[in-house]
């Protein structure tokens, strides 16, 4: 009796497996939505420096261009950035400082560029472990946008954003 028991509820339990693999799982698969996949061609040019004056002050400047559409048949962004670091000890330094990005005209504003305005600060570290160095990078950005009221006009007065 025991054993007849056992045997119907093994069989109860593959039942009910059997019917949410065959029946649950093809619907789960087909309810998933479809992606459309855009692919652009980019290049990103960039020349970064940090100019040391003494044991204490630094110039960190940082110059980006980034091109689109079959990499070089338009220009996408450049961003300008410079800042000032000061040492807090060999291996920690904090920089403040001010970046200028540019965005051409794109699809949503295709005869005006939009400038921003990123006031920054970071706090960078540097942890060693033999003959390996792990740097540590925080930074804040504040991201003041110009605002784009049609196509062809820009709206005076900023968006504020900040990234972290």
Same mark, same amino acid.
């Given at each position: 009796?025991?054993?007849?028991?056992?045997?119907?509820?093994? $069989?109860?339990?593959?039942?009910?497996?059997?019917?949410?693999?065959?029946?649950?799982?093809?619907?789960?698969?087909? %309810?998933?939505? &479809?992606?459309?996949?855009?692919?652009?061609? &980019?290049?990103?040019?960039?020349?970064?420096?940090? @100019?040391?004056?003494?044991?204490?002050?630094? $110039?960190? %400047? *940082?110059?980006?261009?980034? @091109?689109?559409?079959?990499?070089? *048949?338009?220009?996408?962004?450049?961003?300008?950035?410079? #800042?000032?670091?000061?040492?807090?000890?060999?291996?920690?330094?904090?920089? !403040?400082?001010? !970046?200028?990005?540019?965005?051409?005209? !794109? *699809?949503?504003?295709?005869?005006?560029?939009?400038? =921003?305005?990123?006031?920054? &600060? &970071?706090? $960078?570290?540097?942890?060693?472990?033999?003959?390996? @160095?792990?740097?540590? %990078?925080?930074?804040? =950005? =504040?991201?003041?946008?110009?605002?784009?009221?049609?196509?062809?006009?820009?709206?005076? #007065?900023?968006?504020?954003?900040?990234?972290?």
């Amino acid at each position: 009796m025991l054993k007849v028991d056992y045997e119907k509820r093994c $069989l109860f339990i593959i039942l009910r497996y059997c019917f949410v693999f065959i029946f649950c799982v093809p619907l789960a698969v087909s %309810t998933q939505a &479809q992606k459309n996949t855009e692919h652009i061609n &980019q290049l990103w040019f960039s020349y970064f420096n940090q @100019t040391r004056f003494n044991n204490k002050w630094e $110039l960190w %400047t *940082d110059l980006n261009l980034r @091109t689109k559409d079959n990499f070089v *048949d338009k220009l996408s962004v450049s961003i300008v950035r410079f #800042g000032l670091s000061y040492y807090l000890a060999d291996n920690t330094k904090i920089t !403040a400082g001010y !970046a200028w990005a540019n965005f051409f005209s !794109a *699809d949503n504003h295709k005869s005006s560029s939009r400038t =921003e305005h990123r006031p920054w &600060q &970071q706090i $960078l570290w540097k942890t060693n472990y033999g003959k390996k @160095t792990m740097m540590q %990078t925080i930074r804040l =950005e =504040e991201r003041f946008r110009e605002k784009i009221l049609n196509d062809s006009f820009v709206k005076g #007065g900023y968006n504020f954003n900040f990234k972290l």
